[in-house]
């Protein structure tokens, strides 16, 4: 379901999914799980490929199982990789830095190390389409940080 009236109009379920987004970053995790699963069953699974990439993302923060976490990233990414051209297609290609990160992050929380590295692999590539502002600074930053964590455990005995 796609709820843009046309181009240059505003994408109403990004809003609504904006909005379950802060309630989450305000710490109530519970309720924006709750939120986050009512607008996945509205999208559903062949709905828009934006709106089910950044629903999955944000949705996988919320999950207390990594295996859960996991799942919800992976599904982030393939709706990502569902999307072709257009205005939204660049906005996805910021997304994969991130995803990749989470992704990474997600497997090595589940003891995939080699997955993890596979993932940080790419978040580091995809940082090129990263812009110099502040987000890519930060996603940028965290992709060091994880590096340290994966890479520099290869290092331990």
Known sequence: MDERDGPGEPDA??????????????????????RFAALWEEIGEQGDPLHRCT????????????????????????????????????????????????????YWKVDEARLARSHLGLAREACDALGDDAYGDGVRAAVGRMELRVLGSDQLP
Not at 13 to 34: P, S
Not at 58 to 65: C, H, L, S, V
């Open 13 to 34: 379920m990004m809003g609504r999914i904006g909005q379950v987004v802060m309630l989450l970053h305000a710490g109530d995790r519970e309720e924006a799980r709750i």
């Open 55 to 106: 629903l999955a993302h944000y949705m996988a923060d919320t999950q207390d199982d990594p295996e859960d976490e996991l799942t919800w990233d992976l599904r982030a990414l393939r709706a990502a990789d569902a999307h072709t051209g257009g205005e939204d297609g660049r906005r996805i290609l910021g997304f994969y830095p991130s995803l990749h990160l989470n992704l990474a992050a997600d």
